[in-house]
């Protein structure tokens, strides 16, 4: 997947201004930035739902504007910040959902689309709550619920937005470690938007970090996380040291008025 | 799947059964043996009816029972789709203004004094319909993009437009029009013919079948539009098709039937509580549903001061609100307000 010199407006002022990234297959790119700086709207033009006025994305070699949604659907699966119900299906049937863009049109799902959605459950580790109500769930559950869905699609790509936003810290590290293993079991390639510099610090291959609409920094966490892009890019000032067990960047808040620390 | 045969065999049973009884009620009682006797022969059935009781049911209650049926089908669909696609379940056939629409065309053919002729009534309140429905898509969808909630602000404007123009109307008709203008407004079925329900079917039943082909889009739909896309919805060919379709079906029944309420808001609700949230079994379901509770509801409306009729309307939404508080309390809404 690619993108090249994309610019996109919603209305007169740019909100992407010349993005080009590419993901190789396999691969885990974190995309970074503070409010605002553009990161939902780039996974809308990634996704193929936002038009760019300027510059293409190509999804497996081809445009994604001129790919049919069921098509870009079978290629590519998002998982949302949290679902949004009004109606109360079961998880069985919400993953069952994932199968939509590899249905006829009056089409039924069959043997084999329940079985994949099933093993879908089984994968996210929420088979025991295939008959519950969606909304009766805890927001964990759900968004594992919303991961099962994805990988029925049996989609290539991964388009994670903040799927962690809404999670405590034990259900956070419960969802990372299980993407991470779905990405080596299915050879997934996956692109996480984050707002938590840390967590995507641990899983990201490359991180690209956006500011204002440009990419400010591409590569791999060592290069993008450093104290003097965190100052320019969030205006916030903070430590990065290494993580002491495996090595990679972390970084902690520098309050002001803390100084030293609280002795 | 089999749920979805095994449901609509239930409601073919019982669109079957009312459909029986409503043709049996009336001022002349016909038995339900007669009644099966000029289907299956008299000795299958063990029945038999006199010449006069037979061109009862074959001129009169038949074509009413089978016009009954479609508009009830046509009605419980319409409210499906417009609840799940506007994502709203207070939304009923009639918000898109298509109900005004429909009043203002059909009150006008009566006060020009055209209400006698043949068919101009109904022909009057379709084209009200879709001239309504064009409007209102028009307004709404001058961005390009349709907006369900733009839509619904729309609808419900020119609603409100149209309704004073009615006032108007009927402020200025005399007596003796105001009478089948009123009949009219609350839901009339008592012209009906079979020639009526042949303008209606054929449109009715593709209605059915285009919408149906949706009903998984429908599902998804509401799920949100993004999340619709994300998994494969052309979001906007679907919602336009949906809102088209679902016009010209509440359309084409509204112009033989009046303004006959509840039907299209209740049914939906009931059978949402009874099955669940998927459309490829509401809708087939809803239909027969639909179809159910107004030959019931007609069947009543022609008994309760026999030999003279009350409005259908009045019954549907006399039977209808007690129904569903009750079913309210018990169950619990199926919806979840977002």
């Known amino acids: 997947m690619s993108a090249t010199g994309v610019w996109f407006r919603y209305g007169q002022e740019w909100v992407l201004r010349d993005v080009s990234l590419e993901v190789c297959r396999g691969e885990v790119l974190g995309i970074l930035g503070p409010n605002a700086s553009g990161k939902t709207t780039l996974l809308g033009v990634l996704q193929g739902i936002l038009k760019p006025q300027k510059g293409k994305v190509l999804l497996e070699g081809q445009d994604v504007q001129a790919m049919s949604r069921r098509k870009v659907a079978r290629t590519l699966a998002v998982v949302p910040q949290e679902i949004l119900l009004t109606q109360s299906f079961t998880v069985l049937e919400v993953a069952l959902m994932g199968r939509h863009p590899h249905l006829g049109m009056m089409g039924f799902e069959g043997e084999e689309d329940r079985a994949i959605a099933l093993a879908s459950l089984e994968k996210a580790g929420c088979s025991h709550l295939a008959y519950r109500d969606v909304n009766e769930l805890s927001g964990g559950e759900r968004q594992r619920v919303l991961l099962a869905r994805a990988l029925t699609q049996q989609p290539r790509v991964f388009l994670l937005d903040e799927p962690t936003a809404y999670l405590d810290l034990r259900h956070q590290m419960e969802l990372v470690e299980l993407l991470g293993r779905l990405h080596k079991q299915e050879g997934l390639t996956v692109v996480w938007v984050s707002h938590d510099l840390n967590l995507a610090s641990l899983i990201c291959h490359r991180l690209l970090l956006l500011k204002a609409g440009r990419v400010r920094a591409l590569g791999p966490p060592r290069e993008v996380i450093t104290e003097e892009i965190i100052l320019e890019v969030y205006g916030a000032r903070v430590l990065v040291d290494l993580d002491p067990v495996i090595g990679v960047p972390r970084i902690t808040p520098r309050l002001a008025d803390l100084g030293e620390g609280k002795g | ?338």
Do not use: C
């Open chain 2, 1 to 338: 799947m089999r749920g979805v045969l095994a449901w609509t065999l239930i409601g073919l049973t019982a669109a079957g059964l009312s459909g029986i009884l409503a043709l049996g009620t009336g001022p002349t009682p016909l038995e339900w043996r007669g009644i099966l006797a000029q289907v299956l022969g008299e000795r299958l059935a063990g029945g038999s009816l006199d010449p006069t009781e037979r061109s009862i049911l074959v001129e009169i209650r038949l074509p009413r029972v089978l016009l009954t049926g479609l508009v009830g089908m046509g009605l419980a669909v319409s409210g499906v789709v417009l609840q799940s696609l506007l994502r709203n379940p207070l939304a009923e056939p009639f918000v898109l203004g298509i109900s005004s629409g429909a009043a203002l065309g059909a009150l006008s053919s009566m006060a020009l004094g055209a209400g006698f002729l043949p068919f101009t009534t109904p022909l009057a309140a379709f084209l009200g319909a879709m001239g309504t429905v064009a409007l209102v898509l028009g307004i709404s969808g001058g961005r390009g993009r349709l907006e369900m909630t733009r839509v619904l602000l729309t609808g419900v404007i020119v609603n409100a437009f149209f309704t004073s123009i009615i006032m108007l109307i009927l402020s200025l008709s005399r007596a003796e029009q105001l009478h089948s203008m009123m009949f009219w407004l609350y839901g009339d079925l008592s012209g009906a013919r079979y020639s009526h329900a042949g303008f209606v079917g054929p449109g009715a039943i593709g209605a059915l079948v285009i919408l149906w082909s949706q009903a998984r889009n429908l599902n998804l739909l509401g799920l949100g539009e993004r999340t619709a896309m994300q998994l494969g919805v052309q979001v906007d060919r679907s919602k336009l098709l949906l809102l088209v379709v679902t016009a010209l079906l509440t359309g084409l029944v509204v112009s033989v039937s009046g303004l006959i309420g509840f039907v299209g808001l209740i049914v939906p609700h009931l059978v949402r509580m009874l099955l669940g949230p998927d459309h490829r079994l509401l809708l087939p379901v809803g239909a027969l549903g639909g179809a159910v509770f107004l030959m019931l509801a007609d069947a009543l409306a022609r008994t309760l001061i026999s030999p003279s009729e009350v409005p259908v309307g009045v019954v549907t939404a006399a039977l209808g609100a007690p129904f569903f508080i009750l079913l309210l309390g018990t169950r619990g809404a199926r919806w979840n307000p977002s």
